[in-house]
C-alpha cells in the first residue's frame, strides 16, 4: 500500500528532481596519472605476469589497502631481504678460534669469493667498537711498513660514527640479554646495523614515491635497483640518501628550513647531500627565490654545526680524522684516475707517496675538475630556455662529482639511484645502467682476491669501472638534452612543471638586475611546450 501511495503521489505532483546543495566534487581516483602498462615498453611486458596492461576505461585509485606506496614499499623489502641474504655468508660462524671458540668464517677469502664483503663486519673491530669505545675520543696507534706509528680515531662523519656506536650498544645489549637468540657480537652488530639501513632505504623510497607525483611508479626502480642487493648494506650509505630524500620532499612541500636541517643532517653523514644546495642556489637565482635557498641554507649549516660541534669541541683530533684520511687518500680503484694508471702504467700526478704524505696535485686537480662541472651545471641551469627541474640539476651534480672524485666507492652509485629515477624516469635504460654498476661489484672482488689467489687482473675490474662510467655519461647526456628539450621529457608531461620545485614549482624566471645578459635564459616558445604520455619502445 506505501508503494501505491508513493506512485499516486508522484503522479499528482509530476517527476522529483533531486538538486545538490552543492557541486558535486570530481572523482579523483582517476585523476591523470602515469600508467606503466600502457606508456611504457617494460611496463607493458612486466604486466604480462598479472594479468596484462590496466583497461583503458579502468577507474585508476579504487584500490582501499594496496596502493602504489605500499605495493612499491613492499617490492622494497623484498629486494632488501634479497640484499642481506647476499652479505649473509659473511656473518658466518665457525670454531676457528682457540680451544674451537666461535669466530667469523672468512676462511679462503669468503668475503670475496662469496661477493659478500660489507664494510660493517671488518669495522667492529678496526674502529674499536667491540671494545665499547665511544668513537672521536677513542685512539689507538696504528704500525706503518716504514716502521712508524700513527695514532688512529674513528675515520666517518659525526652522524655516521654515533650511528655505529648505537648500534654496537644495541648490539652489546642483545648479547648480554640470555632470552634473545645468540651469535658473536660482530654479527648481531651487523644485523642491527643492517635493520637500520633498511629503514633508511625505505624512507628513501617513500619520499621518491611522494616526490614522483603523477609518476607515482617510476620510484618502483629505487625499490627493485640492483644496486639495493648489491649495496645497501655495503656500507652506511642508505643513511644520507634518506636524509637527501626527505629533505627534498621537504623542499618540495614549500618548507625551506625543514629541508635545509634535512640536508644539513645528510650531510653530517656523507657530505653529498650538501651538495644539493648549489642546484637550488641556481635555480631559486634564476627565479628570483634567492630568500628560500638562504633559509634552507641557514638551516643546513645549524643542523650540521649542532651535530658536529661538541664532537669538534671535545674531541678534536677524532673530528678531524675524516677530513685528514680524506686530503690523505689516493686516487680509489674505481676512479678515473686509477683507470687511466691501470691501463698505462701511469704513477699519478703525484707519483709514489710516503704514509701521511697528501696527493696534493691528485686533490688540486680533482677539485678543479668539479668546479668546472658545477660552473657549467649553473651555466645550463641559467642559461637553458626553460628552467631546468631541481632533480635533473641535482643528478647532473652528483654524477659530475663522483666522476671527477678521487674516491667512488661501490656504494656511492646508491646516491644516484633516487636522483636518476626522478631526472630521467627511462625505466629500461636506468635499468641497464643500474646492472652495469652492480656488476662492476663481481670483478672488483675477484681483483682484490688476487692472481696469485686464482682472482682477476686489475684490468678486468678497471674495464667495468670504464662502462659504468660511459653508461652514466650518457644518463648525464640524456638528462641536458631533456633540459633543453623538454617535450621529451616524460615529467613535464599533462602540464606539469617541477614535481621537487616547492617554489620553483610554476613561478616565473625573475633574475637578479646585476646578472649578466650572457647568464640569463634566452626566450623560446618551443620550451614551454609540454608532452602527454610517451610510449617509449
Known amino acids: 500500500m506505501a508503494d501505491d501511495s508513493g506512485d499516486s503521489a508522484a503522479d499528482s505532483t509530476g517527476p522529483v528532481t533531486i538538486v545538490s546543495p552543492a557541486p558535486l566534487a570530481d572523482d579523483l581516483r582517476s585523476a591523470d596519472r602515469d600508467l606503466p602498462s600502457r606508456t611504457d615498453a617494460l611496463g607493458a611486458q612486466v604486466s604480462t605476469v598479472l594479468g596484462g596492461p590496466v583497461g583503458k576505461r579502468a577507474v585508476i585509485g579504487r584500490q582501499p589497502f594496496w596502493t602504489p606506496l605500499r605495493v612499491i614499499l613492499l617490492l622494497a623489502v623484498i629486494f632488501l631481504a634479497l640484499g642481506w641474504t647476499a652479505k649473509a655468508p659473511c656473518i658466518q660462524q665457525a670454531p676457528n678460534g ?151 620532499l621537504a623542499w618540495a612541500r614549500r618548507k625551506p628550513v625543514l629541508a635545509g ?53 671535545l674531541y678534536p683530533s677524532g673530528w678531524w680524522e675524516f677530513f685528514r684520511l680524506n686530503s690523505e687518500r689516493g686516487a680509489d680503484p674505481d676512479s678515473l684516475y686509477n683507470v687511466v694508471s691501470s691501463f698505462t702504467g701511469w704513477a699519478g700526478f703525484d707519483g709514489p707517496l710516503a704514509r701521511g704524505e697528501s696527493p696534493t696535485t691528485l686533490n688540486a686537480v680533482s677539485l678543479l675538475l668539479f668546479v668546472a662541472v658545477c660552473v657549467g651545471i649553473g651555466w645550463i641551469g641559467l642559461t637553458a630556455p626553460r628552467r631546468p627541474r631541481v632533480a635533473q640539476l641535482c643528478f647532473l651534480l652528483v654524477a659530475g662529482f663522483l666522476l671527477t672524485n678521487k ?92 614535481p621537487v620545485g616547492g617554489v620553483l614549482d610554476g613561478a616565473p624566471d625573475d633574475p637578479p638586475r ?8 634566452v626566450p623560446s616558445p618551443q620550451a614551454w611546450s609540454t608532452a602527454g604520455p610517451v610510449r617509449i619502445g
Open 261 to 313: 636541517v634535512l640536508l644539513g643532517l645528510g650531510g653530517a653523514v656523507k657530505m653529498y647531500p650538501l651538495l644539493l644546495l648549489g642546484p637550488l642556489l641556481v635555480l631559486c637565482l634564476r627565479a628570483g627565490r634567492v630568500r628560500d635557498w638562504w633559509r634552507a641554507t641557514v638551516g643546513a649549516g645549524a643542523a650540521w654545526l649542532v651535530v658536529n660541534l661538541p664532537i669538534a669541541l
Open 98 to 248: 682457540p680451544d674451537g671458540a666461535l669466530g667469523l668464517d672468512w676462511s679462503g677469502s669468503r668475503q670475496y669469493t662469496a661477493l659478500c664483503y660489507s664494510d660493517t663486519v671488518p669495522l667492529y673491530g678496526a674502529e674499536r667498537l667491540d671494545q665499547g669505545a665511544f668513537p672521536y675520543k677513542k685512539s689507538w696507534e696504528e704500525p706503518a711498513s716504514d716502521g712508524s706509528v700513527q695514532t688512529r680515531y674513528m675515520e666517518y662523519p659525526v652522524l655516521a660514527g654515533l650511528y655505529q656506536y648505537a648500534s654496537m650498544t644495541v648490539a652489546k645489549a642483545w648479547h648480554a640479554a640470555p632470552w634473545l637468540p645468540g651469535a658473536l657480537q660482530v654479527v648481531l652488530y651487523f644485523n642491527v646495523v643492517a635493520f637500520g639501513l633498511a629503514i633508511a632505504w625505505l624512507v628513501t623510497v617513500w619520499s621518491t614515491v611522494l616526490l614522483a607525483g603523477r609518476r607515482v611508479w617510476d620510484a618502483t626502480l629505487v625499490a627493485v635497483s640492483p644496486l639495493v642487493v648489491v649495496h645497501a648494506f655495503t656500507n652506511f650509505d642508505p643513511l644520507a640518501t634518506a636524509f637527501a630524500g626527505t629533505g627534498l
Open 514 to 521: 646585476w646578472l649578466p645578459r650572457w647568464l640569463r635564459p
Open 407 to 498: 674516491v667512488w666507492s661501490p656504494q656511492y652509485s646508491l646516491w644516484l639511484v633516487p636522483l636518476a629515477v626522478l631526472a630521467l624516469p627511462h625505466r629500461r635504460i636506468l635499468l641497464a645502467w643500474m646492472t652495469i654498476d652492480a656488476i662492476v661489484w663481481v670483478p672488483r672482488m675477484f681483483y682484490y682476491l688476487g692472481v696469485s689467489n686464482k682472482g682477476l687482473p686489475e684490468q678486468w675490474f678497471t674495464g667495468t669501472v670504464v662502462v659504468r662510467d660511459l653508461a652514466v655519461i650518457v644518463l648525464c647526456v640524456m638528462v641536458i638534452r631533456q633540459i633543453y628539450r623538454p617535450a621529451e621529457d616524460l615529467v613535464r608531461g599533462a602540464g606539469v612543471d617541477d
